[in-house]
């Protein structure tokens, strides 16, 4: 069996193929047969899990078994208390209300490597960073839970899929899981 962790860029398909010609993760990893454990959007960032075992797959990409992912999230402007709890709460988006999150306000900008290209930046608009940890991941949620509240995703980046975080990896990146992360995932 096969694990593999790896730092997704922005604007690389969360796939292997695509019929029109843009980057995908065959760019990026040249192992054959293993498959991504759900989806990361082409303008997001971040941790992706691949692995060709299909019973930890569907372990870790249903919502059943509530399995944590963390983003960190840049906004426009910032968040008052009211946009906060109702992020952590749950919220309607397309006639679906998410499960509750953890979220907070990060006290500064993490470090990550610059986006390539760059957000748009606005001088008059301020942005903040969130971290917002979900325990589902419908299509484009975050972005649309915080657009919900009046927040709208500037930048998106998992950084942690459970115990398994970006750290160490750099942009592009990848490397199979050590023995001692895999059994910490198949506990889970």
């Known amino acids: ?48 899990l691949l692995t060709d075992d299909g019973r930890l797959q569907h372990r870790l990409s249903d919502p059943q078994y509530g399995h944590p992912r963390t983003y960190w999230v840049q906004v426009e402007r910032i968040p008052n208390e009211l946009a906060l709890e109702q992020l952590a709460t749950g919220v309607e988006i397309q006639k679906y209300r998410t499960k509750p999150a953890r979220v907070k306000l990060l006290a500064a900008e993490p470090e990550l490597p610059p986006r390539d290209p760059p957000i748009r930046d606005r001088q008059n608009i301020p942005t903040t960073w969130l971290e917002l940890t979900l325990t589902e991941g419908k299509n484009r949620q975050v972005r649309r839970m915080t657009a919900s509240v009046g927040f709208p995703t500037l930048r998106l980046v998992r950084v942690a899929i459970g115990s398994l975080s970006l750290e160490g990896l750099s942009l592009g990146a990848w490397r199979d899981l050590t023995s001692a992360e895999v059994k910490v995932l198949k506990r889970k």
């Open 1 to 48: 069996m096969r694990y593999i962790l790896f730092y997704k860029p922005y604007g690389v398909l969360s796939q292997f193929t695509d019929g029109e010609g843009r980057q995908t993760l065959k760019d990026y990893i040249p192992v054959p047969d293993v498959y991504p454990v759900g989806r990361l959007d082409w303008d997001s960032e971040g941790l992706v």
